[in-house]
């Protein structure tokens, strides 16, 4: 038995006491040894690994800093810098983005990317809508669904590609709210990724970015198609935003270079990303086509991805600019 | 149908035994941080449950019925008051601890205290009566007949200890939400542990990794559970 009188159980606390206070030590110690970035983001951008497997690496190689993704959907993401977490956000979903800025928590709002989002089916196609323009394939849905032929699925969880998904229902005519009540339509709640095979499962229909569906299908996880991908409307677009260094005492002038990097040296990861594996990029960069500024995918951009300055469309409007080198697109 | 699951099952071996880096960081991760937690836990549940089985006072049996009715906590719960505490604009977010390891083990210690107070006080008071009166018609003081009241539960508070542990060690809700399922190469800052990881490969559809971690997850708690056991047979 273990000798247990006064001087022994001192000396065990003592040293229960050491080990917590080292680890405690070396916690700390490690955090300020490195430089660290913490960015909430989307699932959508987390899921298909472009992150942790290509931007966080090359990043810390070229600048020394480490960034932690925290992956929620866009409305968590938010609230995630609302509440100090964050150095700088990357969601999408315009409408939010410029909320966030208003309440003065975020500056300097960059795009850095896009891809499109897509609603996908089964093969067979039971609601018919393969191949029709966004809004004529949602009222479609509609009359299918309520006829009980198909069903379609929402993600619900406030994320930017719900945020799309109300936005498009609004064009087509319907109140999300009201219809997400109806018998044929779902609401999952969670990520991109878990929604997709919720829908896989029940043969139903749902709107996705095309980069966590290619990743799922050509994983071989999912065998729905893709029924509607043409169309403006679909255009999803990518940006950071720093969060304000008056809210909050964040690491601004870091999440600055990160900025800064993403609009250059990065672009080309995004752009490369996933070729090798899915044949074609999931998502696409952006500044090049800013920078030429013209054509048909800049002006879906500009109406999609930037925001009313005074009648001048930009990327981040002036008041909402701080100590910024940077040169924002308008 | 089923040639996923063997596939999985199959790789899953694979991953184990060629001891993939990524795997084997994330097991000693859970380990380190739900010890550390056992470490934490004891040096406030320890006297808290050893007082509550030694002393009589007024109240006594409310308070042990708190920690009894905290036995069953849900973590999710607990980790978002917990989330709510830690964040830099919470009240106690100046410890820094949101999205750490030590963030973890912290939320962890607290989900683990009703345990090891509830068995300790428990374990005390079983042998408590017969102990203390033998200690003291021995003539033995008050505080060396407390003493030998401990030394009596001992086993019951290492059992205490074990079942702790693998609470600790088998909980998603506190890791996902304090930690936040971190992962980046190669840094030292990552939060990944057992049942976040094998959430997160799970939804993603890398079945196998999911599968050789869950194969981890579950032997370490039957390890645990069988230690347990034999402290238990060699202590009656």
Redesign the interface.
């Known amino acids: 038995m273990i000798a247990l009188n006064r001087k022994t159980i001192i000396v065990l606390i003592i040293l229960l006491l050491g080990i917590v206070v080292v680890s405690w030590y070396s916690q700390t110690a490690k955090q300020q040894e490195y430089r660290i970035l913490t960015i909430s983001t989307t699932t959508s951008l987390y899921d298909t690994g472009l992150l942790e497997e290509a931007i966080a690496p090359a990043f810390k190689e070229k600048t020394g800093i480490v960034i932690r993704f925290i992956p929620k959907g866009t409305g968590a993401a938010i609230q995630d810098a609302k509440n100090g977490l964050a150095d700088a956000i990357i969601v999408h979903a315009r409408n939010k983005e410029v909320k966030f800025m208003e309440e003065g928590y975020g500056v300097n709002r960059k795009v850095i990317a896009y891809n499109f989002f897509v609603v996908v089916g089964p093969k067979d196609d039971p609601a018919g809508i393969r191949g029709l323009n966004p809004v004529e394939a949602l009222k479609k849905m509609v009359e299918a669904g309520r006829a009980g032929k198909a069903v379609w699925v929402s993600r619900d969880d406030g994320s930017g590609t719900n945020t799309k998904e109300v936005v498009l229902w609004e064009m087509a005519g319907f109140d999300y709210n009201e219809i997400k009540n109806e018998k044929w339509f779902r609401c999952t709640g969670t990520g991109m990724g878990k929604t997709l095979l919720y829908t896989n499962n029940i043969r139903a229909y749902t709107l996705s970015d095309i980069g966590t569906y290619l990743k799922y299908y050509k994983d071989g996880l999912i065998d729905l198609d893709v029924s509607v991908d043409k169309g403006e409307e679909l255009i999803n677009i990518y940006s950071i935003i720093v969060v304000n260094p008056k809210k909050f005492d964040k690491d601004f002038e870091g999440a600055m270079i990160l900025v800064e990097w993403l609009v250059s040296d990065g672009q080309k990861i995004i752009g490369e990303y996933g070729v090798d594996k899915y044949g074609r990029p999931l998502f696409y960069p952006i500044v090049d086509i800013l920078e030429k500024g013209s054509g048909t995918l800049f002006d879906w951009i500009v109406k999609y991805g930037f925001i009313d300055d005074n009648g001048v469309m930009t990327e981040c409007p002036k008041k909402y600019r701080y100590k910024a080198d940077t040169v924002f697109f308008e | 149908m089923t040639e996923y699951i063997i596939k999985g099952i199959q790789h899953a071996f694979y991953l184990i035994f060629t001891a993939n880096p990524d795997v084997i960081e994330i097991t000693l991760r859970s380990i380190k941080v739900s010890g550390?937690a056992i470490?934490?836990t004891?040096?406030w549940g320890l006297p808290v449950g050893i007082i509550l089985g030694i002393s009589n006072f007024f109240g006594k049996n409310i308070i042990k019925g708190f920690f009894n009715g905290l036995l069953g906590i849900p973590t999710v719960v607990l980790g978002l008051i917990l989330y709510l505490m830690l964040?830099?604009?919470?009240p106690l977010?100046f410890l820094?601890l949101?999205?750490?390891?030590?963030g973890i083990s912290l939320g962890q210690a607290i989900l683990i205290t009703p345990i090891i107070v509830s068995f300790v006080a428990n374990s005390i008071e079983l042998v408590e009566n017969d102990i203390k009166e033998l200690a003291m018609t021995l003539g033995a003081g008050r505080?060396e007949a407390s003493?030998a009241v401990?030394?009596e539960a001992?086993g019951g508070v290492m059992l205490a200890m074990i079942a702790a542990f693998n609470r600790a060690v088998a909980e998603l809700g506190i890791a996902i939400v304090i930690g936040?399922?971190?992962?980046?190469?190669d840094?030292?800052?990552n939060t990944r542990v057992l049942t976040t990881a094998i959430q997160m490969y799970t939804?993603?559809?890398e079945i196998d990794i999911a599968i050789a971690l869950g194969i981890i997850l579950l032997s370490i708690t039957f390890i645990v559970s069988i230690i347990s056991n034999i402290i238990q047979s060699k202590l009656t």
């Open positions: 550390m470490l934490l004891t040096l964040v830099p604009a919470g977010g820094g949101i999205y750490t390891e030590m505080i003493l401990i030394r001992i936040g399922n971190i992962f980046v190469k840094s030292a800052l939804t993603r559809g």
